[in-house]
T-cell receptor, first 114, second 115 residues
Framework: NAGVTQTPKFQVLKTGQSMTLQCAQD?????MYWYRQDPGMGLRLIYY???????DKGEVPNGYNVSRLNKREFSLRLESAAPSQTSVYFC?????????????FGPGTRLTVL | GENVEQHPSTLSVQEGDSAVIKCTYS??????FPWYKQELGKGPQLIID?????GEKKDQRIAVTLNKTAKHFSLHITETQPEDSAVYFC??????????????FGQGTILTVHP
């Protein structure tokens, strides 16, 4: 069981470039999430997918798009990267409606936008 | 939406001492409060959570207490060990209530346990 996997681990972009962060989980979870982590600001939810085919905005969705490709995969796209999007990005998954609300996090993608 | 404040931002203790981290929340309808531990270079991992129908929950050396009247909850770690050194985050449902989905997180506490 790999849990939640994210690719790439590191990425450097120039302002205006686009890229897609990939996330996959093998726990058969319904819900998936994208967070960003900045120093002193904790984790902030970008987008959320309660189940395959549905997505919902989180606290900081501007500048991002997401795709829930299937139950396993949830991708995050930056169409035109900006320096303010320099951050560590975490994907997570959880079993929707479970008694435990535990979210399982991937190892993160460190993104730098120059 | 919910707003969570976490204190302190850094905490330094000697091995064997206790550590306490406190979070306050704004939405009285919130009733699910998890704590996550993040080790260097890794994603956060759930260590304990509490629902508002109980005031305290323990799991070995860690415990969480909840004061619904004052709208705060705290993480207590007893007999700290160097491997407890990490960043700890509290969280609450982003939209209040019992949402096991969208969470809002506190700013994090860097705990350092000195041998």
């Amino acid at each position: 069981n790999a849990g939640v996997t994210q690719t790439p681990k590191f990425q450097v972009l120039k302002t205006g470039q686009s890229m897609t962060l990939q996330c996959a989980q093998d726990m058969n979870h319904n819900s998936m999430y994208w967070y960003r982590q900045d120093p002193g600001m904790g984790l902030r939810l970008i987008y959320y997918s309660a189940s395959e085919g549905t997505t919902d905005k989180g606290e900081v969705p501007n500048g991002y798009n997401v795709s829930r490709l299937n139950k396993r995969e949830f991708s995050l796209r930056l169409e035109s990267a900006a320096p303010s999007q320099t951050s560590v990005y975490f994907c997570a998954s959880s079993e929707r409606g479970a008694k435990s609300g535990e979210q399982y996090f991937g190892p993160g993608t460190r993104l730098t936008v120059l | 939406g919910e707003n969570v404040e976490q204190h302190p931002s850094t905490l330094s203790v000697q091995e064997g001492d206790s550590a306490v981290i406190k979070c306050t929340y704004s939405d009285s309808a919130s009733n699910y409060f998890p704590w996550y531990k993040q080790e260097l270079g890794k994603g956060p991992q759930l260590i304990i959570d509490i629902r508002s129908n109980v005031g305290e929950k323990k799991d070995q050396r860690i415990a969480v207490t909840l004061n619904k009247t004052a709208k705060h909850f705290s993480l207590h770690i007893t007999e700290t060990q160097p491997e407890d050194s990490a960043v700890y985050f509290c969280a609450a449902p982003l939209a209040g209530g019992t949402s096991y989905g969208k969470l809002t997180f506190g700013q994090g506490t860097i705990l350092t346990v000195h041998p």
